[in-house]
T-cell receptor, first 113, second 119 residues
Framework: GESVGLHLPTLSVQEGDNSIINCAYS??????FIWYKQESGKGPQFIID?????DKRQGQRVTVLLNKTVKHLSLQIAATQPGDSAVYFC????????????FGAGTRLAVHP | GAGVSQSPRYKVTKRGQDVALRCDPI?????LYWYRQALGQGPEFLTY????????KSGLPNDRFSAERPEGSISTLTIQRTEQRDSAMYRC?????????????????FGEGSRLTVL
């Protein structure tokens, strides 16, 4: 399959550890943020989203934190598993523009046994 | 089908030829999106349809690119007079929601893409 993220920053973690992937977004008017996971050879897959009126949202093993003051978004993965190895993209949408997701550059997560 | 289906998966063409890329979204999904993804980068928005109406085509690079979704289901992205810089992975995505509705408006379901190589 196609390799995604040939020259992306890489976060290496041990299986079972917690992972934190960071993202700086550009548009202070963005009001909706999403994390996507992309495995090699596949399309991006939705993980979790958060609206700008929240600063934290939890899912299954994942938590997204939003700091609007510094325009920073993070994805926390608890008890990282080998299946979590992928490229992770944050995406933002401008206010009222849900049709247009603007993706960041991505971070590769490598989970080692 | 169970997911978004794109065809062809791989297309190699000579510079100057026209190509048509097809997207079959998840049944019942209202919204359909085309993105382009270069190696090592995030997807880049091209255009968006709500049912059969093309609501936003601001991401299309130039007038050689066009898209249609005549019956509100299958969509075709056409690139005329292809150039080498058009080489990329073209991804289609669909969503159950229309923009601005409640719920996970950002939950797009992506297909596996069409890899275009222009020689």
């Amino acid at each position: 399959g196609e390799s995604v993220g040939l020259h992306l920053p890489t976060l290496s973690v041990q299986e079972g550890d917690n992972s934190i992937i960071n993202c700086a977004y550009s548009n202070s008017a963005s009001d909706y943020f999403i994390w996507y996971k992309q495995e090699s050879g596949k399309g991006p897959q939705f993980i979790i989203d958060i609206r700008s009126n929240m600063d934290k949202r939890q899912g299954q093993r994942v938590t997204v934190l939003l700091n609007k003051t510094v325009k920073h978004l993070s994805l926390q993965i608890a008890a990282t598993q080998p299946g979590d190895s992928a490229v992770y993209f944050c995406a933002e949408t401008p206010r009222g523009g849900y049709n247009k997701l603007i993706f960041g550059a991505g971070t590769r997560l490598a989970v080692h046994p | 089908g169970a997911g978004v289906s794109q065809s062809p998966r791989y297309k190699v063409t000579k510079r100057g030829q026209d190509v048509a890329l097809r997207c079959d979204p998840i049944s019942g999904h209202v919204s359909l999106y085309w993105y382009r993804q270069a190696l090592g980068q995030g997807p880049e928005f091209l255009t968006y349809f709500n049912y059969e109406a093309q609501q936003d085509k601001s991401g299309l690079p130039n007038d050689r690119f066009s898209a249609e979704r005549p019956e509100g289901s299958i969509s075709t992205l056409t690139i005329q007079r292809t150039e080498q810089r058009d080489s990329a992975m073209y991804r289609c995505a669909s969503s159950h929601h229309s923009p601005g509705t409640s719920g996970s408006a950002g939950e797009l379901f992506f297909g596996e893409g069409s890899r275009l190589t222009v020689l």
